[in-house]
């Protein structure tokens, strides 16, 4: 085994010189001074200290970048992720307590373990099978879940901890009367002037700069009314830690942190991904499961909670000139160095305040395009986004995340068990005589041997399918030779074979037979293995068209050919 295959870091590090230096610091600074509000705001979505959004910051980012394969991706704590920390663990303990926190670290080391077993189970692939409109659904759901959460903080209006999302509105409604005016609009004058910042000045960290305005108003108006702050940050690294492993919690933990390490794969790959397609990388999916596995790993171990790809700071991150993972390793040191120099600072900075850059984290979660998009061209995929969505809502989140999940993989699923099976014919007026689909070029068929192509796998789940197919021409067109077209095979199970075995000994008692010609060299291999090919016939697989034509020719009924065949489309039809 290669140590680069070991330690992947080797294999980008040959790439580090002077200039990707230069463009990766470059980026890190710019990545540190973006991270530095978010990681506040995470971390108070996610219901634990501010500090530990900035922990995760530090330490998750530099861990995924060694061991990752994307060069742009930057992990750390996210909304979405943020959000079912909070949830799955709110019923299990007081947020922001103690006990809160060494259960959310907890609950990171399992997702992390997660991860990584499922990287080093090459299971990589399967990300494949959830459609993204999963991740779209939830993430707009979970906008408006974190928006409610911070109402009470921006309304300064009472709502009775672990209520519901309509009872949270039906309260804030009720009492909307009792609402503080002040802290309403230290969160509006914070929100819009990020908001405003961000458009003005693209490249300037909005965020931080509508903290500090936010901040500013509220000394003006501490007079008037009282003001939570958020309080002091430790200006340290940090801390070491450690998780909780005894049965009874991880036995308690195990559900939600699968949930949760499924969506932290979800959206770091589907964000390397996105980003690859700019940059022109090729992304190994089964390293970046190892990289996040591990970067959850040993952030349990330093303060820091579970974390993932960031789609805001990992498309700043590429935007902003960096060349190799090296940038997501300096945004993590910067962030260190600002934390020590100012953190102090964040002891003047309103919770309303917070509260406004939240609504503002919240209203960039939802992808209003992709979300017009699924629900006017797709009935399947908006059935996916909408299920998710609202089960976001209104369940539970992880179960959430699951439901969307397996509704994906049921409609993948029912997508391939009904393959396309088009009817094709011998285009005599080809100078190769190909076999065209009948359906986009009226051509006669022969009225003995019919020609079908399969175009997806023969699977357990579209044996049924094809079986229909097959009785259809039996039956209703009174064929008995059916050649099938196979190159659009990519795999037979021996459910499959089983199927084209039974299929082709129906046949054989009406003096007729199942053929296939073009099979691939895997499908091929794996049909003499199976002995579907021994108990078929060899003389049934062919690997060309002229001689599947010529072999099949022979054993169909010479008197129909002679004496009721008016469509002589093969060559071997002018011996007669």
């Not at 140590?3 to 992947?8: D, V």
């Not at 990992?314 to 020590?340: H, Q």
């Not at 629900?375 to 439901?403: G, K, N, Q």
Request: glycine residues 8%.
């Amino acid at each position: 085994m290669k140590l680069e295959a070991i330690f992947p870091f080797l294999a980008w590090l040959k790439l580090v010189n002077k200039d990707t230096l230069k463009a990766d610091i470059i980026a890190g600074l710019t990545g540190a001074v973006i991270v530095l509000p978010q990681g506040v705001a995470f971390a108070t979505i996610a219901g634990l200290p501010p500090e530990y959004g900035l922990y995760t910051a530090m330490v998750t980012p530099i861990v995924a970048a060694l061991f990752g394969s994307s060069y742009h991706l930057v992990s750390g704590p996210t909304t979405a992720i943020s959000i079912v920390v909070f949830s799955a663990l709110s019923s299990h303990a007081e947020p922001g307590s103690p006990e809160f926190i060494s259960l959310a670290l907890t609950l990171t080391f399992l997702a992390g373990v997660y991860q990584l077993a499922f990287g080093l189970a090459r299971l990589g692939s399967l990300v494949n099978f959830v459609s993204h409109t999963v991740v779209i659904g939830f993430t707009a759901g979970a906008a408006i879940l974190i928006a409610t959460s911070q109402m009470k903080h921006i309304t300064g209006i009472h709502i009775a901890k672990g209520e519901s999302f309509l009872e949270t509105w039906v309260d804030l409604f009720k009492s909307i009367g009792d609402a503080n005016p002040y802290l309403v609009l230290i969160a509006l004058v914070t929100l819009i002037t990020a908001f405003s910042a961000k458009k003005m000045f693209p490249k300037s960290p909005g965020l931080l700069i509508g903290m500090v305005v936010g901040s500013i108003l509220a000394l003006f108006l501490k007079d008037y009314t009282e003001i939570d702050l958020v309080g002091e940050i430790p200006a340290h690294l940090p801390p070491l830690s450690k998780p909780d492993f005894s049965l009874e919690t991880i036995r308690e933990l195990a559900p939600e942190a699968f949930a949760v390490a499924l969506l932290g794969l979800i959206e770091a790959v589907s964000i390397s991904r996105a980003v690859a397609t700019k940059s022109g990388q090729r992304i190994d999916t089964n390293q970046e499961f190892i990289g996040q596995g591990l970067s959850n790993i040993t952030g349990s171990f330093f303060s820091s909670y579970a974390g993932s790809g960031s789609f805001t700071r990992s498309g700043i991150n590429y935007e902003a000139g960096a060349k190799t993972p090296m940038s997501a390793i300096f945004a993590a040191i910067f962030l260190m160095i600002i934390v020590l120099l100012i953190a102090p600072l964040t002891a003047y900075l309103p919770i309303a305040a917070m509260g406004g850059i939240i609504l503002l984290v919240a209203y960039n979660l939802i992808d209003f395009h992709h979300i017009r998009q699924t629900l006017s061209f797709s009935v399947s995929e908006s059935a996916i986004l909408l299920t998710t969505f609202f089960a976001t809502l209104f369940l539970e989140l992880e179960f959430a995340i699951y439901l969307g999940v397996l509704l994906s993989l049921i409609l993948f699923l029912a997508k391939t068990s009904t393959p396309n099976v088009p009817v094709l014919s011998v285009d005599s007026m080809s100078p190769h005589r190909k076999f065209v689909r009948v359906d986009e070029k009226p051509l006669a068929e022969c009225p003995q041997l019919k020609i079908i192509r399969i175009d997806m796998s023969v699977y357990f789940g579209s044996v049924n399918h094809i079986q229909k197919v097959l009785g259809k021409i039996t039956d209703k067109e009174k064929i008995h030779h059916i050649l099938i077209e196979a190159s659009g095979i990519n795999f037979i199970d021996l459910a499959g074979a089983e199927m084209l075995a039974a299929e082709n000994d129906r046949l054989l008692k009406m003096d007729g037979g199942l053929y296939f010609v073009g099979l691939k060299a895997n499908v091929y291999e794996f049909a003499a293995e199976s002995g579907i090919i021994k108990q078929i016939g060899n003389d049934h697989f062919f690997d060309s068209k002229s001689d599947a034509i010529h072999h099949i020719y022979e054993r169909l009924d010479r008197s129909i050919c002679v004496n009721q065949c008016k469509n002589k489309i093969f060559k071997e039809c002018e011996w007669d």
